[in-house]
């Protein structure tokens, strides 16, 4: 089921990048010769909203897109059977 996330990209893995990181089996597989993007969901927070979140001790939501084009845009997701692993899409669902 598609879903559309609104995230501020917080880091990028390249491609020829994966074998620095330990990667869970599922997620090296999605990810082959693709784009890791490590997303904070909800977007760029403001001042106050980070104020707030620093005084509750309130962590980032970090969502992760798989993607072909890297960061340059902002994608389309579909959930994917993993927590918070999500395959990015530049499609249309019209």
Excluded: Q
Excluded at 21 to 45: F, I, K, M
Excluded at 49 to 70: M, N, Q, W
Aim: hydrophobic fraction near 35%.
């Amino acid at each position: 089921m598609p879903r559309e996330i609104t995230g501020e990209v917080i880091h990028v893995v390249e491609p020829d990048e994966h074998d620095d990181y330990e990667l869970d089996g599922t997620v090296a597989e999605l990810a082959d010769s693709r784009y890791l993007l490590v997303c904070r969901e909800g977007g760029v927070p403001s001042f106050f909203e980070r104020l707030v979140a620093f005084f509750k001790r309130d962590p980032i939501t970090p969502v992760t897109l798989v993607s072909d084009e890297g960061a340059e845009e902002a994608p389309k997701s579909r959930r994917r059977s993993i927590s918070r692993l999500w395959t990015a899409s530049t499609r249309s669902s019209k």
